[in-house]
């Protein structure tokens, strides 16, 4: 497998930074820590990591449960030797099946050992019971990691004040609270990373500072190749479906690199489907998908999709561990 910073982040940030040029970066001493990203489903999460880092590490629908694992995004300010990491959680739900266990895992595992916890809102909207699911997680955690609570899509919000004190009161004590647009403004999520870099401890990086994600290329383009998926399906079936890619090949010169996936569906009704007929909603996911791989990798790609029943994957832990999700 392929660092994924080979592709993706061939310029970390350096904002003019020469450890020649100033005797202060290079004594500043190194910090580092984990900033855990949490919310219900659906209210930004992922869009908010993405904005923090400026490269797309993760995968974002306009469906519930769309991340499935604890996705790393890394940030290195390199002149101040300062490196967050963040780690994007899926939104906490209830549901029975074995995948759902471990999402759930990955929200609890996410926590621990982590300076700072921010705690996603969707403004738009007062709380709910999934929210309140959320203010209990965070009541039974180490009270003293410090928890801000990020008041999301402000854009689209018409009482952003009034919600963001009822989102306040609901039982976690809050450090900090923004209001912000992960989505359409940019320089207050920038403003939010500032503060968070502000709060790192001492310790050596735990990520190559050229690094932007812990994943590898093959699990990042299956994870767009599924967001894809789960924009252009509806009903069960965006759930239902996984992605692996199972071949990597580079193409040399102009050739186009080669993508090969496999789109996993539960039963056979559902592969009849997301092949559509004669073909016509796989090539539009593929298309989808191809399009924006071609955008991050700058060259040209053949994406080579086959839909395959992998029956009731989702209770299968076999399954499960060959989509890299637990041990
Ligand atoms: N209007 C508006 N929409 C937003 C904003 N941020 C995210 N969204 C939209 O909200 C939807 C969900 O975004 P995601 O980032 O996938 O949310 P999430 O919390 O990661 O969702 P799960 O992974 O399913 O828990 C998408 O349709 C986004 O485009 C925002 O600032 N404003
Ligand atoms: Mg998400």
């Known amino acids: 497998m392929t660092d994924f910073a080979d592709d993706l982040n061939p310029d970390p940030p350096t904002d003019g930074a020469d450890a020649s040029d100033a005797g202060e970066s290079t004594e500043a001493p190194v910090r580092a820590g984990f900033v855990a990203i949490l919310g219900k489903p659906n209210v930004g999460k992922s869009t908010l990591l993405n904005t923090l880092l400026g490269v797309k590490v993760a995968p974002i629908s306009a469906k519930p449960q769309t991340t499935r694992r ?154 767009l190749i599924r967001e894809s998926a789960m924009t252009h399906l509806y009903q069960e079936i965006p759930y239902a479906v996984a992605v692996k890619v199972n071949d990597w090949i580079d193409g040399e ?28 909603m796989i090539r539009e996911i593929g298309r989808t998908a191809r399009k924006q791989l071609e955008i991050f990798l700058d060259r040209k790609i053949f994406l080579d999709l086959e839909v395959v029943v992998r029956r009731d994957w989702r209770m299968d832990q076999e399954a499960l561990r060959e989509l890299g999700f637990g041990g």
């Open 70 to 223: 604890g996705v790393r995004g890394i940030w290195t300010d390199v002149p101040t030797r300062r490196q967050l990491v963040f780690v994007d959680t899926p939104g906490l739900h209830k549901g029975r099946t074995a995948l759902d266990d471990f999402m759930t895992r990955e929200i609890r595992g996410a926590v621990t050992d982590v300076e700072v916890i921010l705690w996603v809102v969707d403004l738009r909207r007062p709380p709910g019971d999934e929210d309140r699911e959320v203010a209990r997680l965070l009541m039974g955690l180490d009270p003293d990691t410090p928890i801000f609570l990020i008041g999301n899509k402000l854009d689209a919000a018409k009482y952003p004040e009034e919600a963001l004190d009822l989102y306040g009161s609901l039982g976690p004590e809050i450090v900090r609270s923004y209001l912000l647009s992960a989505q359409t403004d940019p320089e207050a999520v920038y403003d939010l990373r500032d503060d968070l870099l502000d709060m790192l401890p001492e310790a050596p990086y735990f990520f190559p500072d050229t690094l932007r994600s812990d994943q590898t290329r093959e699990q990042w383009a299956a994870e």
């Open 253 to 280: 010169g102009d050739r186009p690199t080669v993508v090969q996936a496999d789109v996993w569906v539960e039963k056979q009704q559902h592969r009849r489907i997301v092949i559509g007929q004669g073909g016509r």
